[in-house]
């Protein structure tokens, strides 16, 4: 079945550093990416998403690129800061439905 | 404005009994979700409401567990009766009606659920 996954369950990084999170997805008919963080105690929260016809979207200090060819989706965080320390997962959606299929999720811990 | 709100934060029961999680979410969102995460793993699909109507349910595991949104306001989702490996957070999320695209989902803090 569709599955969307990440390669490292955790990433540890210090403070300032620029973090990469990686992300691999199998269902070439999601039309939607997008990157959810989630602190301890919380619900994930919304960070950035991209649609399947774009392959770069910047936010915040976040930058999301999408590979098609390859099926790859990043988010890219730039001078991290121990705030950002959480859980992060990527989702994707697919054409026609609004339910999330999520990855495993990968743990950002930000050193000072 | 309130978010996405679920009861109660955590639940501890025995095997066999039945637990009933509630969910409100955000006013005027039409679009409710159900999704739980168990045993660390990644976060999986339950259900979506479109008010009070379910437009998808592929993710419900079994007949054990009973979704409703009488009203189209809040929800409930029951579990009847409660196996150990339901344990895990169940979370909610909401978002308004639109088009195709995408809706950004809000998510709740989600329910801590302990099967004994």
């Known amino acids: 079945g569709e599955s969307v996954g990440l390669h490292l369950p955790t990433l540890s990084v210090q403070e300032g550093d620029n973090s990469i999170i990686n992300c691999a997805y199998s269902?070439?008919?999601?039309?939607?990416f997008i990157w959810y963080k989630q602190e301890s105690g919380k619900g994930p929260q919304f960070i950035i998403d991209?649609?399947?016809?774009?392959d770069k979207r910047q936010g915040q200090r976040v930058t999301v690129l999408l590979n098609k060819t390859v099926k790859h989706l990043s988010l890219q965080i730039a001078a991290t800061q121990p705030g950002d320390s959480a859980v992060y997962f990527c989702?994707?959606?697919?054409?026609?439905?609004?339910?999330?299929?999520f990855g495993t999720g990968t743990r950002l811990l930000v050193s000072p | 404005e309130a978010g996405v709100t679920q009861f109660p934060s955590h639940s501890v029961i025995e095997k066999g009994q039945t637990v009933t999680l509630r969910c409100d979410p955000i006013s005027g969102h039409d679009n409710l979700y159900w999704y739980r995460r168990v045993m660390g793993k990644e976060i999986k699909f339950l259900l979506h409401f479109v008010k009070e109507s379910k437009q998808d349910e592929s993710g419900m595991p079994n007949n054990r567990f009973l979704a409703e949104r009488t009203g189209g306001t809040y929800s409930t989702l029951k579990v009847q009766p409660a196996e150990l490996e339901d344990s895990g957070v169940y979370f909610c999320?909401?978002?308004?009606?639109?088009?195709?695209?995408?809706?950004?989902?809000?998510f709740g803090p989600g329910t801590r659920l302990t099967v004994l």
């Open positions: 989702a994707e959606k697919g054409t026609g439905f609004q339910k999330l299929v």
């Open positions: 269902n070439s008919a999601s039309d939607y």
């Open positions: 999320a909401s978002s308004p009606l639109g088009g195709s695209g995408y809706n950004e989902q809000f």
């Open positions: 991209i649609r399947s016809n774009m």
